[in-house]
């Protein structure tokens, strides 16, 4: 759009490089405990697998409880689950769990309790606060609160989602356009964002993951020849290209519902709230971006050459890393 936009993806382009391994993997763990008889509670663990790196984390369980496992990890689509039998001594009201290695990731933990009386509690874990003491009845309003947060970080923490939007606001050439790309765009993610959550399709985790970074390596040479004064399909009509790669970037987001095994009753919600986070962390991102252009067009700013050159090059340049990358993660996933 501007030399504002173009200084802002350099900035990006920057935090993305010094994390590019960690470009997609906002994937939740999801830890729930169901009270089956007197100081005894089933035991659901899912920790997020096959993404472009190995999540280390692992509930610690209070040392008042014993947890019996069959010795078995089962290996699902994008996630490791591991059942069992927990017991502990006078229940679990009071007790503390925490999630080993979690304060060295940037994902979020679940845990959700299901009490005989019918109580039912759930907490969202961050890197910040690996730990709970449970016992606490949470309302309706918590839990729709923590989907909420999960949809705004999942969509601002995805520097490769980010990427693509700023990708599609260089291309962009004027207000109505952009409403009308960022527009298509959500309409599309939403679409698959729905159907894969309410399990009617889903798609790898490796092969999803690398068309994504594809998408972001078709923006780069569109945004050159914007540039140069060109014209391309995709520059007279991004909004068809921004609902096309949308419908990609739409179970990218499903990743963050999916492996966590909602229960049936609460999909609906939990869909809802998710994409309504995503929503605003998306808006919020591109109002941001709006409105400091203004700010800098006002103050007659003008930024080096060299800053204005970088964006169309780094996303290309980004993208093509994060194709091949994903690629070889992808092939050697099937070996």
Same mark, same amino acid.
């Not at 947060?149 to 999942?154: M, Q």
């Not at 962009?172 to 765009?185: A, E, N, P, Q």
């Given at each position: 759009m501007t030399r504002l936009v173009r200084a802002l993806l350099a900035v990006l382009v920057l935090i993305a490089s010094a994390r590019v391994a960690h470009a997609h993997e906002v994937r939740p763990g999801f830890l729930e405990l169901r009270e089956t008889g007197p100081d005894t509670y089933s035991f659901l663990w899912k920790k997020p697998s096959g993404g472009e790196i190995e999540i280390y984390i692992a509930p610690i369980i209070p040392k008042e409880c014993r947890l019996a496992t069959s010795g078995q990890q089962q290996l699902t689509p994008g996630a490791l689950v591991v059942r069992g039998t927990l017991r502990c001594e006078g229940g679990i009201q009071g007790k503390t769990v925490a999630i080993d290695g979690?304060?060295?990731?940037? @994902?979020?933990?679940?845990? %959700?309790v299901h009490h005989a009386?019918?109580?039912?509690?759930? $907490?969202?874990?961050?890197?910040?606060?690996?730990?709970?003491?449970?016992?606490?009845? @949470?309302?309706?309003?918590? %839990?729709?609160?923590?989907y909420l947060?999960?949809?705004?970080? $999942?969509i601002l923490l995805g520097i490769d989602h980010l990427l693509f939007v700023l990708g599609l606001l260089l291309i962009?050439?004027?207000?109505?356009?952009?409403?009308?790309?960022?527009?298509?765009?959500t309409i599309a993610h939403s679409i698959t964002l729905a159907i894969a959550t309410l399990g009617y399709a889903s798609a790898p985790i490796a092969p999803l993951n690398a068309s994504i970074a594809l998408s972001i390596l078709f923006l780069g040479p569109e945004i050159v020849r914007r540039w140069r004064g060109q014209t391309s399909f995709t520059i007279r009509h991004p909004w068809v290209v921004a609902f096309a790669f949308g419908l990609l970037h739409g179970f990218g987001f499903a990743s963050g519902l999916t492996t966590m095994g909602l229960p049936q009753a609460e999909i609906p919600l939990a869909l809802l709230l998710f994409n309504v986070g995503v929503e605003i962390g998306q808006i919020f991102f591109v109002v941001m971006i709006v409105l400091l252009e203004r700010a800098f067009r006002t103050l007659e700013i003008r930024w080096p050459r060299l800053v204005e050159a970088?964006?169309?090059?780094?996303?290309?340049?980004?993208?093509?890393?994060?194709?091949?990358?994903?690629?070889?993660?992808?092939?050697?996933?099937?070996r």
């Open positions: 979690l304060e060295s990731t940037i @994902t979020d933990v679940i845990i %959700r009386d019918g109580r039912l509690e759930s $907490h969202l874990l961050k890197p910040v606060n690996p730990s709970v003491t449970l016992g606490a009845q @949470t309302t309706g309003w918590q %839990r729709s609160r923590a947060r999960l949809g705004i970080e $999942h962009v050439g004027d207000r109505w356009m952009l409403v009308k790309t960022i527009t298509s765009f970088m964006p169309g090059y780094a996303v290309g340049s980004l993208g093509a890393y994060w194709t091949i990358q994903r690629t070889l993660l992808m092939l050697g996933g099937l």
